[in-house]
């Protein structure tokens, strides 16, 4: 049986409460980085950023804001170093807390993260951003129980980003709840972020191939695979796990493959799961059933 899916493609969170320094003669650095940052131009608003904080070294907001975008880069080094400053200077800050607990998580300090994440809760408890960061580093650590009711807070407190949704269906995967699951992963992927979430169309596929909705399993895998392809950005990759996320879709698809007769089509799918992915082991147990079937077939 296949290991609990890992979760979908992350979307920085905490760097999206706009606040502006005014400036006589028009829009400052600060605010310019605010619209890029609107804007998805990450390496444009990290140099916005970088000069706010040229004018001003004491601007803790600066500091965040420059380590959000610098995340979105896969800049996790410098962007924990942001973080570290941005608590210097204003240690009562729950977002920077939460920046740089969604920066250790990034990097699997987990436990770290996890304090980083009360921290925030302690500061502001009615702050979304701390309970979903909560709730998706107990789903990194397997706490599926404990992780359902923060990722509940942080919807109920107004967190908006999508990425909540995803990490809530991996809990309903782990507790077997299927449907729950696809109906999260749907909401995630009906967003402008979620339609490029490579993650969510697979662990969407794992749900309905549990639910013996092969065709949907196919499309859903197959739509997945296609996404891999042209994934280029510094988040396609979290630390390696985007390997194991692509060999378990292709071992996704062959399953449905299997379970629909057409064996030919499970092998090549176990095959590239395989080559992605040489110690997959469910891979290689599926394509040696699916071999002791496609040979019970030829002999009748």
């Known amino acids: ?22 400036s006589a003669n028009g829009a400052s650095p ?11 131009k990450w390496a444009a608003a990290a140099a916005a950023f970088s000069k706010a904080i040229e004018a001003d070294p004491k601007n803790a907001d600066a500091y965040r804001k420059h380590g959000a975008a610098l995340v979105q880069m896969g800049k996790f080094d410098e962007s924990l170093a942001d973080a570290n400053r941005a608590i210097a200077l204003a240690p009562r800050s729950a977002k920077a807390y939460a920046l740089r607990g969604y ?5 699997h300090k ?11 809760l302690d500061i502001d408890s009615q702050l979304g951003d ?7 580093v107990l789903v990194k650590m397997e706490r599926y ?9 942080a919807i109920s407190h107004g967190f908006k980003e999508s990425e909540v949704f995803g990490f809530r269906a991996l809990v309903y995967i782990a507790k077997v709840d299927y449907q729950r699951a696809i109906d999260d ?5 009906s967003t402008p972020d979620g339609k490029n979430a490579y993650g969510a169309f697979s662990n969407r596929g794992f749900s309905f191939l549990r639910m013996n909705d092969y065709d949907r399993a196919i499309a859903n895998c197959t739509e997945a695979i296609q996404m891999f392809s042209r ?3 510094p988040t396609g990759d979290w630390l390696g796990e985007s390997t194991h996320m692509r060999a378990e879709t292709y071992n996704t698809r062959g399953s449905a493959f299997a379970a629909k007769g057409d064996y030919r089509k499970a092998i090549a799918d176990f095959d590239t799961a395989i080559r992605i992915e040489a110690g997959n082991t469910a891979a290689r147990h599926n394509r040696a059933l699916a071999y002791e079937k496609l040979n019970e077939a030829k002999v009748r």
């Open 145 to 153: 129980e404990e992780a359902l009711p923060n990722l509940n807070q």
């Open 103 to 107: 920066i250790e998580m990034r990097l």
């Open 110 to 120: 987990f436990k770290q993260a996890q304090k980083d994440a009360d921290q925030c």
């Open 185 to 189: 992963l749907t909401k995630l992927i």
């Open 130 to 136: 701390g309970y979903a960061l909560k709730g998706m």
């Open 231 to 233: 994934s280029t950005g």
């Open 30 to 40: 600060y605010e310019d980085g605010l619209k890029l940052e609107r804007e998805r």
């Open 1 to 22: 049986m296949r290991e609990a899916p890992i979760a979908p493609r992350i979307v920085a969170f905490f760097g999206l409460v706009y606040c502006s320094l005014n």
